[in-house]
């Protein structure tokens, strides 16, 4: 881990003993029940699905003889399963809370490929920076969105912002179209010069050729493949290329933004010696919120992270145990007098987050 991060330390003060209370309890929870932390049937089941529902659409427009309209909207299909395999298999197998097996969570976090990223940028920027630093602006990089949309108050300010509750939802659709095209060599080359890591550092030349080699695959199975099959223009091809991803990344997007950029959530700084005022776990609690806990649809969909409390706090299991396990997070957080942020449905959660980039994007007033 590089010098800057460093430089960021958590507070050790826990009047509350919050987290050693928390994960006494998670840890008796899954001890009673005699359960394991990992994934179970039921994440193996919804893995079935979500491919099911990313794939089956592409061999669909490969083999059938459908009109364009329906290859059209097949992509947009292909686009939710897409978000649907990120959320709920790469996601947990990146975190190593797939599987008790080692293999199967490298293979099922190595999924990311299929969905243009790449596995040692994912880590880092998720794992290590996200998850480390949430919502310390300068730290976490999901708040960087570069100049165009301003996520916090300690972002500089342009005349622009005043409308980017306007224009940032259809910026929001660009993710996964920008891990194919340029996220993954920018953030390489990045990542390798700071000497960023989540566990073993990569060799640099390994990195370049796996970043090369699968964007080379990606593009072979997604775009040459189609314009040899099928008979159609290659820029129709391209445009069901695009659409896939744009569903994608605009599900992704809104689902990652509700979490973290809402006005319940806080976006603190270090004190002058790089101290943070509350321990990890805590400040876990200030900077992340939870929506539509009680949808069975969004719960399964969204593979847990709409439980992102629980996620923040525990991301080493897997998120097929969250629903349970928050009633232990939510009464341990209201004995210790802690916030336990949560919006009831998924519309409220959005409408919080448009009204944040609105505030965000108002002229601050000069202090």
């Known amino acids: 881990m590089e010098n ?8 050790r003060v826990d009047s509350a003993k919050f987290f050693r209370i928390l994960n006494k309890r998670v840890n008796n929870y899954f001890k009673e029940n005699n359960l394991k932390k ?3 049937w ?22 059938l003889d459908i009109s364009q309209w329906w290859m059209l909207l097949l992509t947009v299909v292909m686009g939710a399963g897409m978000a649907g395999v990120g959320m709920n298999i790469m ?22 490929y299929v969905l243009a990223g790449n596995v040692y940028n994912w880590q880092v920027q998720h794992n290590v920076l996200h998850h480390t630093y949430t919502n310390i602006h300068g730290h976490d990089e999901d708040l960087d969105a570069g100049r165009i949309i301003r996520f ?10 005043k409308f980017q509750h306007y224009y940032s939802i259809f910026l ?11 996220t993954d060599f920018k953030q390489t080359k990045n990542y390798l010069k700071r000497k960023l890591s989540y566990g073993k550092m990569p ?10 080699i699968t964007k080379i695959i990606y593009v072979a199975i997604w775009i040459v493949i189609p314009m040899l099959i099928l008979s159609i223009s290659w820029w129709k091809i391209l445009i069901g290329f695009f659409v896939m991803h744009y569903t994608a990344g605009l599900i992704l997007s809104i689902v990652f933004q509700l979490a973290h950029v809402v006005k319940e959530t806080q976006m603190p700084l270090p004190d002058k010696t790089g101290t943070m005022k509350n321990t990890w776990a805590i400040h876990q609690l200030f900077t992340t919120v939870n929506f539509s806990t009680k949808n069975k649809v969004v719960n399964w969909f969204t593979g847990g992270l709409n439980h992102q409390v629980e996620h923040h706090i525990f991301p080493n299991i897997s998120h097929i145990h969250y629903s349970k396990i928050s009633k232990i997070v939510q009464e341990t957080a209201k004995e210790c007098n802690l916030p336990y942020n949560e919006y009831k449905t998924t519309r409220a959660a959005i409408i919080a987050h448009f009204k944040h980039l609105k505030e965000m994007g108002a002229k601050p007033a000069i202090s």
């Not at 929001?172 to 340029?182: E, I, P």
């Not at 060799?203 to 090369?212: D, G």
């Open 203 to 212: 060799n640099p030349v390994t990195q370049w050729s796996i970043v090369a």
């Open 4 to 11: 800057v991060q460093n430089q960021i330390k958590f507070s």
């Open 172 to 182: 929001y659709g660009l993710l996964t179209f920008n891990w194919a095209l340029t």
């Open 38 to 40: 990992t994934g179970n």
């Open 91 to 112: 996601h947990d197998g990146n975190h190593g809370s797939y599987s008790t097996k080692k293999w199967v969570n490298q293979f099922m976090g190595g999924t990311i």
């Open 42 to 63: 039921k994440l193996h089941l919804k893995a079935i699905a979500m491919f099911s529902l990313f794939l089956t659409p592409y061999f669909l427009i490969l083999t």
């Open 152 to 161: 916090s108050e300690h972002a500089e300010w342009r005349w622009f912002h």
